[in-house]
């Protein structure tokens, strides 16, 4: 601990100091073409946040939900992980699947929702999901994959297989019934769960001390009898250690672990919100001077494993990147019609196979419409 607690439920575990230097006795000392890659997908993420907005004002997306200041908890999160381990995300976690090798170009398909989306177009921009790399759809009520990521964990117990399942949440997912539900059976049947909760400090434009009486959140696990590790989320190496901590102890059979990663949303709630009408410009600086790129990147430096001309052609690979795959997918068309039909039964019923042959017959609108 680099704070003044020794509660791990109050204190702030930390590995990378302000100045680029790290915490010997918690620097979990990975492995260089780890932090490289760590690196790359932090800025990859970054990247895309700003062409998806941009793609947004332009009235190319209807929707996009940006992670930036709060990449260090999904990257670090993807890489203390295994690709068989299954993610039940919230709304800033989608950057794990591309981590796990999901096309980018597919992964883009879905703000779009259009022939490339494997969604087929029907879950609201910014909702990625992928079977290939076992991470759930959600929706966007608050709080109803938590349950999920505890049922699952059950059900892989009961298997006798060793899968790890993490759930997400936000703090203000930390108030609501499933919340308690998902915590009190994830005990209670010891399940191979990690839950994480992105402490952003804001539940749209709801602060958290309004919304909690908790002096933090991660004390709420003590409640449920459950290990609570509070860590610093713009600190990718705090985040990975700690997720890597408590999957172990899941996989090991010791059963859930609730983290509270303590990070900020720099950008909107999402491409529909004006955070300017409910919060500073003072406390939005206060926390971009903490930005967990830049603050990894200090590390790095210090360790002689990036200078400018090495971030600028991590860059330019990534722009073009980027740039390829938004071609790829920009233009595509909408899913077929007849896809409406698809994944509700094994066998189409004959009523609905004639409702799809009668659609298949009428003529497509017209582009634009």
Not at 156 to 179: E, L, Y
Not at 297 to 316: F, G, S, T, V
Not at 334 to 357: C, G, I, K, T, W
Request: net charge negative; hydrophobic share 40%; glycine share 8%.
């Amino acid at each position: 601990m680099s704070d003044a607690s020794d509660d791990p439920l109050l204190g702030l575990r930390h590995v990378i100091r302000d100045d680029g230097s790290a915490d010997p006795d918690t620097d979990p000392f990975l492995p260089e073409e780890t932090l490289l890659a760590m690196y790359r997908e932090l800025l990859k993420i970054r990247r895309i946040d700003v062409r998806m907005l941009g793609k947004q004002r332009q009235g190319k997306v209807g929707f996009f939900g940006t992670i930036t200041g709060q990449e260090a908890t999904p990257i670090g999160t993807a890489f203390a992980t295994r690709q068989s381990d299954w993610v039940f995300p919230a709304l800033r976690e989608s950057a794990i699947m591309i981590c796990r090798g999901f096309p980018l170009s597919t992964w883009l398909a879905q703000a779009y929702g259009n022939s490339a989306d494997v969604l087929k177009g029907r879950q609201m921009p910014s909702h990625m999901s992928g079977r290939a790399v076992n991470q759930v759809a959600w929706s966007s009520c608050i709080g109803p994959q938590i349950p999920q990521a505890v049922g699952a964990a059950f059900a892989a117990r009961q298997r006798g297989d060793d899968t790890v399942m993490v759930g997400f949440m936000g703090d203000g997912a930390t108030s609501q019934p499933d919340f308690h539900s998902a915590m009190t059976f994830a005990k209670r049947w010891n399940a191979p769960v990690v839950l994480i909760c992105q402490n952003n400090h804001w539940s749209i434009s709801v602060p958290t001390e309004k919304q909690t009486a908790s002096k933090t959140i991660a004390v709420k696990a003590r409640a449920y009898g459950m290990p609570g590790i509070r860590v610093d989320g713009n600190d990718v190496l705090a985040v990975y250690a700690a997720v890597d901590e408590a999957v172990r102890r899941a996989r090991e059979g010791g059963g859930p672990t609730f983290i509270e990663s303590v990070t900020y949303r720099i950008g909107p709630h999402s491409s529909s919100d004006d955070p300017t009408r409910y919060r500073s410009a003072e406390e939005v600086e206060s926390w971009a001077a903490k930005d967990p790129i830049e603050r990894f990147e200090r590390y790095l430096r210090k360790a002689e494993l990036i200078d400018d001309a090495k971030r600028a052609a991590i860059l330019d690979e990534l722009e073009a990147e980027i740039a390829a795959a938004i071609d790829a997918v920009e233009d595509l068309g909408p899913p077929p019609r007849e896809s409406l039909f698809e994944d509700v039964y094994e066998a189409l019923p004959p009523n609905l196979a004639e409702q799809r042959d009668a659609l298949r017959a009428l003529p497509e609108a017209p582009k634009g419409h």
